[in-house]
């Protein structure tokens, strides 16, 4: 069974920066598709970014700029950097295998909460 960790979650002030790591187990992961996702208190669970086996990225658009996918195959992890934190950014973020040809979530982390305040 596919296991992903998540780690690197905080209470920040607005314009803070946290990276966020995924440590994946038990999946081949150089040819892996990944993701984070993020859910808000009572909004729907959405896309923040995913990155393919060739680390070629995809963003929602909104956080582009601010926002840095990545992934380190020698770790068996990927990495999301957040810079200008925002209060907005709140919520819980998860990390998530893709179907590398949908590149939609197949298996989930527990996720990681984010907390930022103004």
């Known amino acids: 069974q596919v296991q992903l960790v998540e780690s690197g979650g905080g209470l920040v002030q607005a314009g803070d920066s946290l990276r966020l790591s995924c440590a994946a187990s038990r999946i081949i992961f150089s040819i892996s598709a990944l993701g984070w996702y993020r859910q808000a208190p009572g909004k729907q669970r959405e896309l923040v970014a995913n990155i393919d086996s060739g680390s070629r990225t995809n963003y929602e658009d909104s956080l582009k700029g601010r926002f840095t996918i990545s992934r380190d195959n020698a770790k068996n992890t990927v990495y999301l950097q957040m810079n200008s934190l925002k209060p907005e950014d709140t919520g819980v973020y998860y990390c998530?295998?893709?179907?590398?040809?949908?590149?939609?979530?197949?298996?989930w982390g527990q996720g990681t909460q984010v907390s930022v305040s103004s």
């Open positions: 998530a295998t893709l179907n590398i040809y949908s590149l939609r979530p197949v298996d």
